[in-house]
Structure formats: structure tokens, C-alpha cells
């Protein structure tokens, strides 16, 4: 079984800052990639950054040159820095993976998402 499990959300001030991160566990072959999707009230889900196992990343155009996404293969961790947080970054954000749990098993997995809350 594979779990993916997410930290490091809350309220911030806008202008400020966050990090996610987000640990892939369980039955893991291998990972493809792992990205942020985010929720907001009323809307509907979107990718926010992704990054493939070697390391090519793309983003939201919203988010381009103020979010960053990373990620420790080794640890099967992806992280999200946040800056200049705006209140539209307000969301749910969700971790996912596109991996394999066994040489013949490929997937999709999420994460349960961490609240975001960007105002002063």
C-alpha cells in the first residue's frame, strides 16, 4: 500500500512565505512523478508545479517565478516552496504521485491535501 502524506501548510500573511512537503511510502518500484495540485473554494483542481524523476519541472503560470518544486528521489519526497504568498494561492493543496508499486503495478496516488490560507 502506498500512502503519500503532506506538512507544512497554515495561515500566512501575503508577501510571506511557505514550504510543503510531501513523503511518498509503502510498496514503492518506482516514481515517475510527483507534483502540487491545488483547490480552491468554488473552483476546480489544478496543477500547480510537477517534477519527473530527472528532474524536469513545469508550472502554473500563475505561480511561475514565485513557487518552486523540488525533490529527494533518494527519500521519495517532493517539496513546494512558497513566496509572495497572494490571497489567490488560497487552496487545498494536494500532493500526487505517478508511480509504481511493482515492476507490473502503475498508478496514481494523492495525498489527504494540507489547507493554505494566504491573508493578513
Not at 512565505?17 to 502540487?36: E, K, P
Not at 509572495?84 to 496514481?108: F, H, I, M, Q
Amino acid at each position: 500500500q502506498v500512502q503519500l502524506v503532506e506538512s507544512g501548510g497554515g495561515l500566512v500573511q501575503p508577501g510571506g512565505s511557505l514550504r510543503l512537503s510531501c513523503a511518498a511510502s509503502g510498496s514503492i518500484f518506482s516514481i515517475d512523478a510527483m507534483g502540487w495540485y491545488r483547490q480552491a473554494l468554488g473552483k476546480e483542481r489544478e496543477l500547480v508545479a510537477g517534477i519527473t524523476s530527472g528532474g524536469s519541472t513545469n508550472y502554473a503560470d500563475s505561480v511561475k517565478g514565485r513557487f518552486t518544486i523540488s525533490r529527494d528521489n533518494a527519500k521519495n519526497t517532493v517539496y513546494l516552496q512558497m513566496n509572495s504568498l497572494k490571497p489567490e494561492d488560497t487552496a487545498v493543496y494536494y500532493c500526487n504521485a505517478d508511480l509504481r508499486s511493482s515492476w507490473y503495478r502503475r498508478g496514481v496516488y494523492w495525498g489527504q491535501g494540507t489547507q493554505v490560507t494566504v491573508s493578513s
